[in-house]
């Protein structure tokens, strides 16, 4: 991707980004839904060689309206909290589509899950241990184990290395054993998530090769679940995971697995941010141009509580002029938000002329961007749109006043005080 769009017009599906801003008020983020599709279409034929199925991550983007997309498409659903079971089981998931993988959550939780009828995944002992306690062999369950493996980006999303909260030690393993049999657990599953932005799919594979391993040693596995974290493109020629040729080398292990055991468990996959990321756009007006003495910035109606990917995981996200006037004037800008922090969306960026009123698109917004907004400086949430079947929906309202006051509840302050200094 690139900063520039000095070509044409910004397009989204089949509309122009000004139409859709001008039509449903900005900011707001689309999402483009034949571009979800194509990815997941894409992740299936990459595995097509084998038995397989593909969870969509619900905290990437947890619209309902996303959420049947990929239902429709044949998706399984990943969730990590109770309140992303109930989204799932409201969107029209059946509970045995739904794999439940909190971490570090009350039992209560679990106990929700159970009342549901979604399928467990437990990445601790002492969970494991009273959930066999209270559930003995009549509820399965799946084990996420951590591989001790380095993968992913920033390491904020890191989650399989030997420091991470995340998963249950591999050196763990005669543990989790004893604690099977004690209870007589039934372990449909086991499951690694090693991390996010994965940029070497050698490491993917070391981690196959350590569950597979331990996948050996649970007779009645219906499934081993390799979790995702496959890199999209953020950049012009940016670095991306083959997923085509994850995918063959994935099937040699898959082959060898079943010639070694006899067993032929599904493999499972959680792509999040690989489905929905390349669909989204953030589209924003520049409220104000402020030249200073060392930068040019371009203010924008939104900010660090609708997009924090840049500011939290120092994320870098393409920035393009949505109907540049002079597209062969360009200029160096740096992108910031209306938030009282220092918000910035890309420094020093390389862009058409830009005047105040003008739209501005980020991308790879459909990941982690609207599920990571916040109601800071009381800021409203932005709507949300999805153009599908050559149509735009509006999936979600801009918030108002009303919204960030109907769970406040008010107190007589004035009466209290004056009864306190009485």
Request: proline letters at 4%; glycine letters at 8%.
């Amino acid at each position: 991707m690139s900063d520039s769009n000095a070509d044409s017009n910004l397009h989204i599906g089949n509309y122009l980004a000004t139409e859709l801003a001008d039509h449903f008020g900005d900011p707001i983020y689309v999402y483009d839904g034949d571009r979800i599709l194509q990815q997941y279409a894409r992740l299936s034929q990459a595995f097509a060689a084998f038995p397989h199925r593909l969870l969509y991550a619900i905290k990437a983007n947890a619209n309902i309206n996303i959420i049947r997309l990929m239902l429709s498409a044949g998706a399984s659903i990943d969730v990590v909290s109770a309140p992303e079971i109930e989204i799932a089981l409201h969107a029209g998931a059946m509970p045995e589509q739904i794999l439940f993988t909190p971490n570090g959550v009350g039992f209560e939780e679990y106990e929700l899950a159970v009342e549901h009828g979604v399928r467990i995944n437990i990445d601790n002992l002492s969970t494991l241990e009273r959930f066999g306690t209270r559930y003995g062999k009549e509820i399965p369950v799946c084990i996420r184990l951590n591989p001790h493996l380095y993968a992913g980006g920033h390491s904020h999303i890191q989650t399989g290395h030997i420091d991470s909260k995340f998963g249950i030690s591999v050196h763990q393993l005669r543990h989790v054993h004893r604690i099977v049999k004690a209870h007589q657990l039934k372990v449909e599953g086991i499951h690694m998530h090693t991390g996010s932005d994965i940029l070497d799919a050698q490491v993917f594979l070391q981690g196959a090769d350590i569950l597979f391993e331990a996948a050996k040693d649970f007779d009645a596995l219906s499934y081993i679940d390799f979790g995702s974290g496959f890199k999209v493109a953020y950049r012009k020629d940016d670095s991306v995971t083959n997923v085509e040729d994850l995918g063959k080398q994935l099937a040699e292990r898959v082959q060898a697995f079943g010639e070694e055991t006899g067993r032929q468990p599904e493999i499972w996959f959680e792509p999040g941010k690989f489905l929905v990321s390349e669909s989204g756009w953030l589209l924003a007006r520049v409220n104000v141009v402020k030249q200073t003495v060392a930068s040019t910035f371009l203010c924008l109606n939104t900010g660090q509580n609708h997009l924090i990917r840049p500011m939290f995981y120092d994320a870098w996200h393409p920035i393009v002029h949505a109907a540049p006037a002079h597209p062969d004037v360009t200029r160096v800008y740096s992108v910031v938000g209306y938030i009282c922090e220092t918000d910035t969306f890309g420094a020093d960026r390389m862009l058409p002329e830009t005047q105040e009123g003008d739209l501005l698109a980020i991308g790879n917004a459909g990941a982690y961007g609207f599920s990571m907004t916040s109601n800071y400086n009381c800021r409203y949430r932005p709507a949300e749109v999805l153009i599908l079947g050559g149509n735009a929906h509006l999936i979600r309202k801009a918030e108002t006043i009303d919204d960030l006051l109907k769970n406040q509840v008010e107190v007589p302050i004035l009466e209290v005080t004056k009864k306190k200094k009485g």
